[in-house]
C-alpha cells in the first residue's frame, strides 16, 4: 500500500529562540533549520512498513517555503520514495496545512497518511486531526504502536492516563509521538542517492486550496523570565528553606 | 454570547481540566453549557450541574460515545456547535485528539493550548516550547479553543444547579474501535492536579531506582513525574513524562531529581511557584530556573530529604 508522509521545516530542537524587538514574531534569521523531530518519527515509521513489505511506495509532503526541499531531500535519504513540496512563502495555520494535504491525498490515493503529532514551533498539535476530518478518515493520534492487519490499522495511541489502543479502517491516519521507534540517521551513500528521487513542487493555488486562516497572530513576546535562586548546601537547609521561607511543605 | 465546553471525564466522574476549562469559559463571559458525551454518564451530568458558574449541562448517552473516539464526538459537538460562540475543551489527550478534528469540520482553525483570555476573541498561548508567548486573535464565527488548565484556576465543583438536557444525536461513524487500554495504576495524586511534584530524569540511572522518588513522594503527598529520557531509556511510563509534549504541571511545590532541564522539560513545569533541583552536574540547566539548588548526588539527598520533611 501506498504511505503518505507530511514533513515540517522548522527550528531546530536544540536553538533557543528569540522574540523579534518588534514583537512580530521570533527572530529565525541565521538558526538553524531542521525537520520536526515528530516527523522524522512519522519518515521512520513509513520506512520500517516498507522495510517490512507494507508500504510498497512512500511519499513525502511538506507545505512550506522553496527552502523545506532540504527537509525533504532529507526524507528521501531516510527511504522515501519520492517528494511533493506544495510551496508558499505565506505564514501558514494548521487549517491551510491541512487543506494542502488533503488535496495531495485526494491525487495520492494514499491509505495511510503519518505526521507528526505536533511542530515544535507553533505546538498546535492539529495537523493529522484537521486532515481526519477533512477526508473523513479515521485517525489515530499520538502513536506509540502502529500495526497493518489487513485492512485495518492498529495504533496504541499515548494518553494522559497510559495508553490505548484502537482499531481504525484503511485508509486512516496517524501521528507520532515521541516512542514510536528511534529514527535512522542517512547514510552518505543515501544522501547521494536521494538527490536523484523525483521532487515535485505544486502551488497551492494548482491545488485548488484557499490558505486563509480565521486566526491572527497580533504580537508575540519573551515569556516571564524566571530568575535563578540560591544554591543551598544540605538537605537540612533546603528543608530549612522550604519550610520557612518558601512554605510550601 | 454562550460557551460550549466539552466535558473530560474518567470513572464517572467530572475530571478536574474540566473545572480549569469552565474557568477559562468564565473568563471569556456570558452562559456556560458543558457537553458530557459517553455512555451511562447520568451521573457525571449530575456532577456537571452543580459546577460553578455552568448554566446547561447536555448529555449526550449513547454507546457510539463510550471510549471518546474523535470519529465519532466530533460530528456531535459540530453539529450543537452551531448554536455557540465558543467551544472550549481541555488540552488533555482527549481534547487535543477531538477538537482539532471539530474546528476543521467547522472550516475554522483552531486555537491551542490557551493560556489567557484578553478578550472574547484575543488570547495568549505559549509557542516554541513556551520560549514565546503569541497574542491571537480569532474571526471565526464559532470560537474552537483548548484550554491549558494550568492557566486557568479551577472553579467550584459545587454550588451551580443547572438544567440538565439530554442531547438525541447519535454519530456512529463506524470507522474505528476501542480495542483496549493499559492505564497507570497509582494511589499518588493526578501529575496535573498535585500540588507537589517530584520528577527523575536521566540521573535516576534505571526505573527501579524511582522507588526514591516514590517514597519521597508518599510522605510529601506529591505526585511522580519524569523528564522525556526517563521515559525514552523506558525507566517509567509515558504517563509520567512532564515538558513541551508531554504533561505540562504548575504545582505549589517541583523537585527535579537528577534532570538536567532541556528546554523541552522546562517548557512543562517552569509555571511553578517554587522549583528544586538536586543534581551532581552544578552547570545543569535546570540550576538557572531553580529557586533552590542542590549540588549533590541525588542517591545520598533525596533518602535524607525524606527522613528530613
Known sequence: MKVLVAVKRVVDYNVKVRVKADNSGVDLANVKMSMNPFCEIAVEEAVRLKEKGVASEIVVVSVGPATAQEQLRTALALGADRAILVETADELNSLAVAKALKAVVDKEQPQLVILGK????????????????????????????????????????????????????????????????????????????AKKKPLETVTPDALGVSLASTNKTLKVEAPAARSAGIKVKSVAELVEKLKNEAKVI | MTILVVAEHENGAVAPATLNTVAAAAKIGGDIHVLVAGQNVGGVAESAAKIAGVAKVLVADNAAYVHALPENVAPLVVELAKGYSHVLAPATTNGKNILPRVAALLDVDQISEIISVESADTFKRPIYAGNAIATVQSSAAVKVITVRTTGFDAVAAEGGSAAVEAVAAAHDAGKSAFVGEELAKSDRPELTAAKIVVSGGRGMGNG?????????????????????????????????????????????????????????????MKDSKVIVAINKDEEAPIFQVADYGLVADLFEAVPELEKLV
Open chain 1, 118 to 193: 505536533q511542530a515544535i514551533d507553533s505546538d498546535n498539535n492539529q495537523t493529522g486531526q484537521m486532515l481526519a476530518a477533512l477526508t473523513g478518515f479515521a485517525q489515530g493520534t499520538f502513536a506509540s504502536k502502529v500495526e497493518v492487519a489487513g485492512d485495518k490499522v492498529n495504533v496504541t495511541r499515548e494518553i494522559d492516563g497510559g495508553l490505548q489502543t484502537v482499531a481504525l479502517n484503511l485508509p486512516a491516519i496517524v501521528t507520532t509521538d515521541l516512542r514510536l521507534n528511534e529514527p535512522r540517521y542517512a547514510s552518505l551513500p543515501n544522501i547521494m542517492k
Open chain 2, 208 to 268: 527501579d531506582n524511582f522507588k526514591h522518588l516514590y517514597a519521597l513522594a508518599d510522605k510529601l503527598g506529591a505526585a511522580v513525574g519524569a523528564s522525556r529520557a526517563a521515559v525514552d531509556a523506558g525507566f517509567v511510563p509515558n504517563d509520567m513524562q512532564v515538558g513541551q509534549t508531554g504533561k505540562i504541571v504548575a504545582p505549589q511545590l517541583y523537585i527535579a531529581v537528577g534532570i538536567s532541564g532541556a528546554i523541552q522539560h522546562l517548557a512543562g
